[in-house]
């Protein structure tokens, strides 16, 4: 297997990077409180764990073979996004951060779960990303293909679900700042409503390289 210090570089400087992850991440812990956001990177991760098993079973190539099902999953992708952005623009409640903690319920989890794992489960970019880079790092003769997918996957995730977390808390501490400020929290709302929307429509202009 290659060098694994490279490989973690490669994803620290992915996961750095501004995209609806993010964005979403930073919105729903500003907006609903630590357990919604940490539940949201929960569905972020399962999300890439599903990529990487797709990378690995060859599903870009299908993409390359029938190009038809990378647009299903783009335009797919694009609406969900376009969607959230717009029911991010129309949000008005703030959680109420003078408590400890932002009561909400079972159902509440499960849909930010849900809503993590379609928001990167439906970009084909994510997917292009892991058949891209996990290739590189594979050596035919360090042993089992599937195995070194398994354990450079497992590297993916977790570095991710690190990132996803923080975003997650700096979202809370966001919300608690923009709880003092109604204009702040008017301009928040807007801002990563508008940049969800930018991403949907990015998307739908993304080709297969």
């Known amino acids: 297997m290659a060098e694994l210090g490279l490989f973690l570089m490669a994803l620290t400087v992915a996961y750095l990077l501004p995209g609806p992850d993010m964005i979403l991440l930073l919105q729903t812990g500003a907006r609903q409180g630590r357990g919604a956001a940490l539940a949201t990177a929960v569905g972020l991760g399962v999300a890439r764990g599903c990529h990487v098993a797709l990378a690995a079973l060859g599903l870009s190539a299908l993409f390359k073979t029938a190009p038809w099902t990378f647009d299903v999953v783009r335009l797919a992708g694009a609406a969900y996004l376009l969607w959230i952005g717009f029911q991010c623009l129309r949000t008005t409640l703030l959680p109420n951060f003078e408590g400890a903690t932002v009561e909400v319920g079972k159902r ?6 849900r809503r993590g794992l379609l928001t990167n489960l439906l970009n084909p970019k994510a997917l292009l990303f892991c058949s891209v880079l996990l290739p590189q790092f594979i050596d ?19 570095v991710g679900l ?42 739908t202009f993304v080709q297969q390289s």
């Open 108 to 113: 509440h989890y499960y849909e930010a779960i």
């Open 140 to 158: 035919p003769q360090a042993g089992p293909v599937l195995g070194q997918f398994a354990i450079l996957g497992v590297v993916l995730v977790g």
């Open 162 to 203: 690190l990132f996803d977390c923080a975003y997650a808390l700096a979202g809370v501490a966001l919300g608690r700042w923009l709880h003092r400020s109604p204009s702040a929290q008017r301009v928040q709302q807007w801002l990563f409503g508008s940049l969800l929307i930018g991403f949907a429509v990015r998307l």
